[in-house]
Nanobody, 126 residues
Framework: QVRLVESGGGLVQAGGSLRLSCVAS????????MGWFRQAPGKEREFVGV????????YYADPVKGRFTISRDKAKNTMYLEMNSLKPEDTAVYYC???????????????????WGQGTQVTVSS
């Protein structure tokens, strides 16, 4: 079964840090860009950041730029989201997703992803 599984969410105080993991199983995901999205209560899902298939390029949404860092370990078929200086507005369910196009650089658009994890909750208290 091909799937993505996120973990690492939890409750943290404002200013704290968390590291999310996204483990891919069922086949290799090393030739696809991987993205992170999030959905806050009552809001639409939004783009957080993406890492290219090679890992050489990344880009982020403005609200998280400078605070969040994406990385990937191809040997472990795992992607990470390091979140620092967390704010209450970062509270959301965080999802990882696989890009549709092999050897892609990534995209901000949800429609460019075709495999999603179940999400992990991140709650930041003030």
């Amino acid at each position: 079964q091909v799937r993505l599984v996120e973990s690492g969410g939890g409750l943290v105080q404002a200013g704290g840090s968390l590291r999310l993991s996204c483990v891919a199983s069922g086949r290799t995901f090393s030739t696809y860009a991987m993205g992170w999205f999030r959905q806050a209560p009552g809001k639409e899902r939004e783009f957080v950041g993406v890492i290219s298939w090679s890992g050489d390029s990344r880009y982020y949404a403005d609200p998280v730029k400078g605070r969040f860092t994406i990385s990937r370990d191809k040997a472990k078929n795992t992607m990470y989201l390091e979140m620092n200086s967390l704010k209450p507005e970062d509270t959301a369910v965080y999802y990882c997703a696989e890009g549709k196009t092999p050897y892609g650089s990534g995209s901000r658009r949800e429609n460019d992803y075709n495999l999603w994890g179940q999400g992990t909750q991140v709650t930041v208290s003030s």
